[in-house]
């Protein structure tokens, strides 16, 4: 027999006495005893049955408004609550900066973000996006100012973020251009060329406009997050290059167009420490130096002349170093010779990083021994009063 | 629909203790319950007896004004609370007197009925019926005689609906099987 058939067949057994149907006559008299036993002491539904049964209607659509419209309107509502605060809390969270309550919300959703994100260029261009988003952060740590300890704390770990970030594209771009299917390298090294000259000039106007608000510290942490930056853009360059060289699809005059903004970036660095040394060698010493008395610094500015002499000749030597070498770069650029102009302008870099230690050097000695000299020239002023 | 809301009606008449709406009630119900308790029990005496107390039983509790959500569902928890202490109470009678006839008296009357149907594929099904266990038994009872959903049967029987839904696929293969070795 069929599920069907059965299934008709157990229907069609009520009804039947042997399937239990119960004799009429039970019924009624039971229903009679019944009635008796619950009657003579049952007053409660009195009440009730004074309005008749349009109570129990009432109660009944009470019921069905509860079960079929408060609760469906009160899931909506909680659902739009959760749905507004969170929208509220996201745009809230997204205009946060480092130190804030909520920048947490922020690194989060951008770090759930990249997990979500499937194929390693789509991770690399997303990574870049945050890169340029705590470069941004970093102006926005400008702009707000207020206590420097905090503001420095602050500006440190983005500045570390960024080299931590920049090194993993690095990482990402490698693999890309080892991998046997690498059809989007070009497209992925042209974007973290462009990105990264823009985040390499972000930070060094984020590092000009904090030089004198934030600790030394600080300063480093930017300047490692531009070589760390710088270092990645070099590396994206010299992928196009390889491309442009296995005759892939890039002009020469796109690749001259992006070797020259590299060099035109690293002489303004090379500008930037010349201008640095006459500002804060020369002039800052002397101008410390002339508030003290006239008559009694000259033995100081002797000594001074003796601790900084020897590491300012190094500066000016290799400044005039890192111009050559610049200038060779350019050199092989005109002649068209990419791979070579590259090769110097990365030399040029190495330059670059010793003159940016040897400049620390000199403005931390430099400094002390101001701070001696004007010590010193405070007591001789005393004594001779 | 219109049996929907005239049961939904009925039912808060009942909780509100309405003397008259409760005798309505029992109008609709004493069939199915008895039914479900005779499937059970297998007297005619027996069920008889417990499906009155089922009735008064119900009426106590809604007089003491205990909060009963799905009144369909606790009328059938009711009845197999009481068939379950009917048996028990019974095991205790049976175990002190010694007394074994009463299943096979039991036994006897309904094979007599049983031998009343003409259509033998329905006399069949009901042989094989009660053939099965109990819990199989049940769930077919409520499932196909009393039309209930797998969703009150789950609250009656204290399941899941999902092991109600495989218990009724397992109580049809037995049933059918049943069937066959008895045409066998």
Redesign the interface.
Known sequence: ?K?RE??Q??????G???????QEG??LS??E???N???PK?D??ES??EFG?A???F??FG?IFNQRILKPVAVALVVVFLLVSYTATVSVADASLPGDMLYSVKTTRERVKLAFTFGEENKVKLQMDHVSRRVDELHGLVAQGGDSVDQAENVASTAQKISDDVKLIKDSLNRITTAASNGGVLEIAKDIDSKTLAVGHGLAEVKEALALTVSFEAIDDIDEAIGDTEDVGTAALVVIINKFEAGKDITGDEVAARVAERIKDVEADIQSFNDEEEMSIGGEMLMNIEEGAESTVSSTVESIDVVTTSIVSMVVNDSDDAQASIEEARDLLGQKDFGLAIEKLMQTNDIVDILESESGIVKGESGEVIDSAVTTTDELVEEEE | MRNALGNSILFLQVKGQDQEAYGRFYDLYVKRIYRFVYFKVNSTTDAQDLTSEVFLKIWQYIKEGKDIKNLNAFTYMIARNLVIDFYRSKSREDQSLENTNTLDQVDQSKDLLKEQIKDSDLRGVLSGLDHLKDEYKEVIILKYLDELSTKEIAEIVGKTNGAVRVLLHRAIEALKKNIKTDEE
Not at chain 1, 9 to 14: G, H, I, M, Q, T
Not at chain 1, 16 to 22: C, H, I, K
């Open positions: 027999m599920s059965l299934t067949k157990l229907k069609d057994l009520r039947l006495e042997a399937a239990g149907t119960p039970w019924v039971s229903r005893v019944l009635m036993q619950i009657s049952a409660v539904g009730s049955r049964s109570i129990y209607y109660q009944h019921q």
